[in-house]
Each structure stands twice: as structure tokens, then as C-alpha cells.
């Protein structure tokens, strides 16, 4: 099922979320829906609290879709190394419309478990370590507009609340 997905400005986005106790059926359920809304948004990331759950997990799959084997999902998961750094422009499916150049880790590597409660590790570069950045972000409270600094920060959150004053956002 497709669950709608949360805007910047929503409580659950700007709050860390706990961590999972137990994988329950619920919870597979829930990762089941956060791939189909991943897809059908259409994205390469989605956190658990992007559809108002506010719990550590996040999937990911940097092909769209297009390849099975690129479909991860982590619960709990947590940095085991970072390096380097690329800068790339970067948007969310919270903060719609709108990107902005982010530094993030050229590599990292995240463990986890996934959605069979079997632990794994995955190393990233290029886009899915920045894809890994920005989810383990989301799990913290943190939206990409955080991340930017100044002029840039300003204008886009001035945007983002002219819209929400319009009924727009
Ligand atoms: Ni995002």
C-alpha cells in the first residue's frame, strides 16, 4: 500500500526516531510499503519517518527499480566507515520541488539488519553512499535543508512557508 509521504515542517520529520525492537509482522508490512511508495513516488531513498513512523529503518534502491539486486532495506542501521567527500546537488521526496549542492561522504558503510532480521553491511560510494547519508539524516530529524547554510538555507524555507500559508505545501 501506498502511504502518503510527509512534507518538511512535519513534527515526525524534525525528531529522531527510536529504535526497532522486534521485527514483527507490522513492521515487514510497513518496509513492504515503503518500497511501494519509494517506487511509486518515484525515489531512491524513503525513512520510516517520511510516512509518519517514527522508527530506524530506511530503503533504498539507486536503480529505480530497475534492478532487484539494488533493493536494501535497513533496520537499525549504523555508520561502520565514512570517507571523502562529493558535493552533488540533492532533493527529497519530503522537500519536493526544491535541491541544493550537499557535501556529503564519498564512501560509506552501513550495517544493519534487514527485512529478514539477518544482519548485513553494505559499502557505498557515489550516489548510494550520499543516498545512505541522506536516510541515516532522516533518521536523526534531519532534512537536506538543515544541512545548507545562509542565503540558501533561508530562501528555501521562506519558500517552503509561503507555500504552506497558500494551502499549498
Ligand atoms: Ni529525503
Redesign the pocket.
Known sequence: MIRPILRHGDDILHQPAAPVQEITPEIQLLIDDMIETMYAAPGI?L?AP?VGVGLRIFVADVSGGHDPADLLTFINPEFVERDGTQREDEG???VPGFNAAVTRSSRAVVKGLGRDGREHVVEATGLLARCFE??MD?LDGT??VDRLHGLQKDLIVRKIRKLSRAGKW
Do not use: M, N, V
Open positions: 531513498g525513512a517520511q527529497c521526496l519530503s541522506h536516510e532522516h532534512l537536506f
